[in-house]
């Protein structure tokens, strides 16, 4: 059984939902277990001089890589760290934190596997990679409510960022254990969202097929698990469609809880008000069933990572 922090990776682009999945799993875990790492604070220029440089954040000449590589290996030994801080409403930097890891840590943002030695500090590696017209959706209201964009700058920002999108962030794909995708059944419809977690043979998944391999009519057509190919590797995927019911998503959360007790508490949207919700385009606060089950997934593989290593 470890002794030292269980580190998670979870990498996409901007507004692909991480914080939304780490708040969940940070709740499951315990928030008083959990410490949180944004990889923007390891921004090598503000705003401004990024602007003047004509350079975005996505690219690696924008960040401090060896830094932030170094800060991961004195937190995977349970050694602190003192961190730099990105203040995303000024776009300039804040004093450094001094942080001591917690029982476990999870590392969201942008370059998270930019690197050999960056990627080997996680004990779990997720990838966030919802349809680009959805990511578009989310980071325009995203930032016109909470950073004080116009739709324009943000519809600008989007396109100039493309290329270092395409070049630097989403080849990070190969390197994750779990590829979650987020997508609306219909184009509009951002509330009832389905999702398609790609399972890769890298770690030890949990096995569904005892209860969807039978091809029960409970399940179809809402959760199917089936085999694919993922950037030319085979792998498992499953995918809970937005439809899908309380009932039926608890059949395979149970087998989580079954195989993780600490897990039990959580294995109904009623077990804790902050698994499965999301922020709807007005504010609202909306229920998602797949979502739930995705926290709680990685959740599992966080605490099994524990006696794993």
């Known amino acids: 059984m470890s002794d030292r922090p269980i580190i998670l990776g979870i ?12 708040r ?13 790492i944004c990889t923007d604070d390891y921004h090598r220029y503000d705003r401004k001089q ?4 004509g350079i975005t954040a996505l690219h690696p000449d924008c960040n401090y890589l060896d830094i932030m590589q170094q800060h991961l290996s004195l937190l995977r030994t349970g050694q602190a760290i003192l961190k730099p801080i990105y203040n995303h409403t000024t776009g300039t930097f804040d004093p450094p934190e001094y942080i001591k890891p917690s029982k476990f840590v999870i590392v969201e ?20 990679a919802p349809p680009e017209e959805l990511r578009t959706q989310w ?30 962030i989403r080849p990070q794909r190969k390197s994750a254990d779990v590829v979650v995708s987020f997508y609306p059944p219909e184009a509009d419809k951002e509330s009832n969202l389905s999702v398609r977690l790609v399972l890769r043979p890298t770690i030890p998944h949990p096995d569904f097929t005892e209860i969807l391999g039978r091809g029960s009519d409970s399940f179809q057509p809402a959760i199917r698990l089936g085999l ?11 995918e809970v469609d937005s439809h899908a019911t309380n009932e039926q998503v608890n059949e395979l959360e149970k087998i989580l809880c079954n195989e993780m007790p600490h897990l039990r508490g959580f294995c109904s949207t009623e077990g804790n008000p902050e ?35």
């Open 109 to 128: 943002g942008l370059l998270g596997y930019a690197t050999r030695t960056i990627r080997d500090s996680y004990d779990v590696k997720v990838y966030l």
């Open 139 to 168: 980071k325009v209201k995203r930032d016109i409510m909470k950073r004080g964009y116009t739709e324009e700058q943000v519809l600008a920002e989007i396109k100039k960022r493309e290329p270092d999108s395409e070049d630097f």
């Open 24 to 36: 969940g799993i940070a709740q499951v875990l315990g928030p008083e277990n959990v410490t949180v």
């Open 50 to 53: 990024r602007a003047e440089i």
């Open 228 to 238: 694919d190919r993922d950037m030319g590797k085979p792998v498992d995927v499953l």
């Open 11 to 22: 990498v996409g682009d901007s507004a692909a939902g991480k914080t939304t999945l780490t």
């Open 275 to 309: 698994i499965g919700k999301l922020i709807g385009t007005t504010g609202e606060v909306l229920e998602s069933y797949p979502l739930a089950l995705t926290q709680l997934l990685v959740s599992y593989h966080m605490m099994k990572a524990i006696h794993l290593y």
